[in-house]
T-cell receptor, first 113, second 111 residues
């Protein structure tokens, strides 16, 4: 069974608008971490934001925020005020007991001028 | 700046000719990882090290080997590359319990 599901293969957004990228996860471990990474066409994976399973508040990092709904097992990434440079692949990932990350299949975001 | 460095950025090899990809880090992280990422797919973990303890994923082919001679360096050896091994190879590092930092990747082409 897939542990990380990203149901949006592609998303489009107008520059300066906000966009939400969906991520749902499946785990029976009470302790886990959720991550979002950005991968531009150059290939490098860039860490964006982290949410721990015991964190009470949603994580925020600049224009990025993570909408964490534990009961629904969702960890959606919200990008506010989209910029052209935000066009990239976005991967949601989960870390359980081990240090290993399990990635979703990714969402390709295109920001239109 | 502290970083993860991968060399070379682009590697072309011939079918069956051994190739070695290298990764170095200045972050002093104790965990290092090698991922394979094929076009339009998610990264797939091949191996990882906790310090010198080597951990192989169950489905990593025997054709892939790794070495970590010290904290800073890690190598991926592909003994007999096949056409199906053409991919982006990503190295990452982390401290235990923290986010992984990735290098820029090595794009491998097999002719």
């Amino acid at each position: 069974a897939q542990k990380i599901t990203q149901t949006q293969p592609g998303m489009f957004v107008q520059e300066k608008e906000a966009v939400t990228l969906d991520c749902t996860y499946d785990t029976s471990d009470p302790s886990y971490g959720l991550f979002w990474y950005k991968q531009p066409s150059s290939g490098e994976m860039i860490f964006l934001i982290y949410q721990g399973s015991y964190d009470q508040q949603n994580a925020t990092e600049g224009r990025y925020s993570l909408n964490f709904q534990k009961a629904r097992k969702s960890a959606n990434l919200v990008i506010s005020a989209s910029q052209l440079g935000d066009s990239a692949m976005y991967f949601c990932a989960m870390r359980e007991v081990t240090e290993k990350l399990v990635f979703g299949k990714g969402t390709k975001l295109t920001v239109n001028p | 700046d502290a970083m993860v460095i991968q060399n070379p950025r682009y590697q072309v090899t011939q079918f069956g000719k051994p190739v070695t990809l290298s990764c170095s880090q200045t972050l002093n992280h104790n965990v290092m990882y090698w991922y394979q990422q094929k076009s339009s797919q998610a990264p797939k973990l091949l191996f990882h090290y906790y310090d010198k303890d080597f951990n192989n994923e169950a489905d990593t082919p025997d054709n892939f080997q790794s070495r970590r001679p010290n904290t800073s360096f890690c190598f991926l050896d592909i003994r007999s590359p096949g056409l199906g091994d053409a991919a982006m190879y990503l190295c990452a590092t982390s401290r235990m319990g923290y986010e992984q930092f990735f290098g820029p990747g090595t794009r491998l082409t097999v002719l």
